[in-house]
């Protein structure tokens, strides 16, 4: 059997800390080495991957210069030198630990470190702490010539930010930040528009119709940019066939179809496995229909119960009484955020949000 792949954790291993000790000493020559390797590495072990970053921070903190603006300029040169851009996120997260007393330069430090990994987690705590200055700055962040930090603009002030706390007062009222994702309704950069969906999905959660509202004033149909955030953000919509949602990708509501064959396939899958969806469609309308294809695959909990996650699959324009065929596959494997269990798994088909057939599988040990 291949070696398993080695934890995320381990991106700060005792090399790592020994790396970070030569670059910081090669920086500043009063640097105690000693010191920050006995902090950092103890009970390594027992520490997840957030805890290690932590640690990291910390440690430097004991063994940098008590002066927050020398210590800032040793982190800015030691930044290029990291080489890994999760490692790279230790640094703006000692701006959001020892920074809050120094706003502007420590926003300024954060806008030159979010290149180099991302400063997203660290600027949640200045929006916490004063949630209108920090987005004053932003706003012109969503007007840099650079992409990372136009992403960051978008990303950083997320209502539901994976991976970390919920920004409350954004989740109640997310008004405060519409200038900032129309600022970027348009952005050439891919890595921007993810985070616009991204943050415009999130607000669909808790204020649906001020997204759908929003959207309708963006020109979906003159910028493809623009259509391509409009599609993403609403995915959490169209998945349930919210009809607005739906009409504001071109969708039509209803399905009109007969189903002639869906199929999951085998019957008995391994973990490592492909599973194979098999779909054969007919259209039973008068007119064009333009449809969205998903399915729905219900995971098996340790305890025996099941939830489901939805997939994208494709969409597609049926003309009145065109048949079409598709095929899918998805590998069955374990990832940090989910770990499969023994069982019956259904698959459900869904098109414009109803589910129309129902297939599964069993996974098997």
Not at 142 to 159: I, K, M, T
Not at 163 to 190: G, K, M
Not at 207 to 230: G, K, M
Request: aromatic content about 8%.
């Amino acid at each position: 059997m291949p070696d398993p792949a080695p934890a995320l954790k381990d991106w700060f291993d005792p090399a790592r800390y020994r790396h970070i000790a030569q670059e910081v000493a090669a920086i500043h020559p009063g640097f105690d080495s000693k010191k920050f390797l006995k902090q950092a590495l103890v009970d390594l072990d027992s520490l997840s991957l957030m805890q290690r970053l932590r640690r990291t921070t910390e440690s430097l903190h004991a063994t940098l210069p008590a002066d927050y603006p020398r210590t800032l300029e040793i982190l800015r040169q030691l930044a290029p030198r990291l080489g890994h851009s999760f490692v790279s996120l230790v640094l703006p997260d000692y701006i959001a630990l020892y920074g809050q007393r120094h706003f502007d330069l420590s926003l300024e430090a954060l806008k030159f470190f979010t290149p180099f990994g991302s400063s997203e987690f660290a600027i949640r705590h200045f929006l916490k702490s004063d949630l209108s200055r920090t987005l004053a700055v932003m706003e012109t962040w969503s007007r840099d010539e650079n992409d990372h930090v136009r992403r960051l603009a978008s990303e950083g002030c997320r209502p539901r930010l994976p991976w970390s706390f919920r920004l409350e007062p954004l989740i109640a009222d997310p008004t405060p930040v519409l200038p900032i994702l129309e600022n970027l309704r348009t952005d050439p950069s891919l890595y921007v528009r993810k985070s616009v969906a991204n943050h415009l999905n999130d607000i669909t959660k808790d204020h649906p119709d001020l997204v759908l509202d929003l959207l309708h004033t963006w020109p979906l149909q003159e910028n493809p940019h623009t259509a391509w955030i409009a599609r993403h953000a609403l995915r959490t919509l169209i998945k349930k066939g919210d009809p607005r949602a739906l009409a504001l990708i071109g969708a039509s509501g209803k399905p009109e179809v007969k189903i002639h064959h869906f199929a999951a396939s085998p019957a008995n899958i391994q973990l490592g496995q492909k599973l194979s969806l098999e779909l054969r469609i007919e259209s039973q309308a008068t007119t064009p229909q333009r449809l969205v294809v998903d399915y729905g695959l219900h995971y098996v909990k340790k305890n025996g119960s099941t939830s489901a996650k939805v997939f994208k699959w494709k969409e597609i324009s049926l003309a009145p009484g065109e048949s079409l065929t598709l095929r899918r596959q998805q590998t069955i494997q374990d990832f940090t955020t989910r770990l499969h269990h023994p069982g019956h798994h259904a698959v459900d088909l869904q098109i414009n949000g109803e589910t129309l057939a129902q297939s599964g599988f069993d996974l098997v040990r």
